[in-house]
């Protein structure tokens, strides 16, 4: 099986240009193919995690991948499957996501020469005279077409305004450029970028009479259509400072029953013949294979050791015993008790297992909440400063956890 059948075994492959070609080409290990990552916060996220594998799976089959960061692109901000207009940051935060990113890249990415670059599509966009810019490529866009394109749809509900109307054009330069500059030949991205990607393909034949292909990756999406690990607002990070190795792995120790297996499929690197043998697995025995998904993630993300930690940890919750001291922890003070005391409303809230002391009483109320695995009923429950010195194991729901201790 060459590494192109492996990715439609594993469901990875949504939409490409043309089939023949691109399954020649990185069969043969001859495809230098780019994904752009913009630079919108400091930290990639699990929704990043599947680009990420990809190049890795390419590059293992003797492709070479070109990690594009997109110091330039995210001074706009790509539209795509938004129904508002990105906030628009400081050259100076972009710079300093693009550090971020780079230090995360190389945990799956061998860089160096023959073997992986990674550019920085500020080096060229942010040079550009827009006069000029017009001239050389503006005349290859249809404004028809451009207004048709799924990445624009979502934001014509709201408006869309000119400033993000050149996100497409930028995005089709970036493949323009490391066509001529780094004899780059394809480019692979998410679904919602398949019409910006084209946009690319058909710059470069129309400029240069060339072709250049372009494939697809299929969205990670739940059961509900839903993106995951990258909401907004609820991401989940590849940076254990914003999503500790344990909250990750409980993220994907916690994913439902209906999806495990194709996050097994797609985002691992386990063997498909080891995978198909979990196809008939049911009842208890997708809880094992949820444990299997999310100690394969954490470790690829975090290192083995995270993993096992992470592993222990989980098991010891569930199981009611044993050490849970890498679980997150938030610190309380003294001078946070009331009385010597907390209310378990107050370390609800100060844990981040509820947004505020009504969403608190309300998850009481209805009984999602323990501590140290007795149902909390009582609204009015409160923990020493003894207790909390031993630290409170908190529950919401059965995937949020977190362990107030004082300090």
Known sequence: MGIYEELVARGLIAQ?????????????????????FDCTADSLTAGHFMALTLMKRLQMAGNTPIALIGGGTTMIGDPSGRTDMRKMLTREDIEHNAECFKRQMERFIEFGPDKA??????????????VNLLREVGACFSVNNMLRAECYKQRM?????????????MQSYDFYYLFQHYDCNMQFGGDDQWSNMLGGTELIRRKLGKDAHAMTITLLTDSQGKKMGKTAGNAVW???????????????????????????RMLTFLPLEQIDEMSTWEGGQLNRAKEILAYELTSLVHGEEEAKKAEASARALFSGGGDSADMPTTV??????VDGAADILT????????????????????????????????IAKTFT???????????????????????
């Open 16 to 36: 490409v240009t043309n089939e023949q070609e691109i399954r020649e080409l990185i069969n043969n290990g001859k495809a230098k193919f780019y994904i752009g």
């Open 238 to 264: 590849l940076d254990p400072n914003k999503t500790s190795p344990y909250e990750f792995y409980q993220y994907w120790r916690n994913v439902a029953d209906s999806d495990v297996l194709k996050c097994i």
């Open 347 to 378: 370390l609800l809230v100060k844990s981040g297992l509820c947004q505020s002391k009504g969403d608190a009483r309300r998850n009481v109320q209805q009984g999602g909440v323990s501590a140290d695995d007795v149902k909390i009923n009582d």
């Open 332 to 337: 309380i003070t003294a001078d946070e008790l």
């Open 117 to 130: 670059l990674m550019v920085n599509n500020a080096d060229w966009l942010l040079e550009l005279n827009y």
């Open 385 to 407: 400063e003894a207790e909390l010195k031993e630290g409170v194991v908190l529950k919401r729901g059965k995937k949020n956890f977190n362990k107030v201790v004082l300090g």
């Open 157 to 169: 509900e709201k408006g869309l305004s000119f400033f993000e109307f050149n996100y497409m054009i």
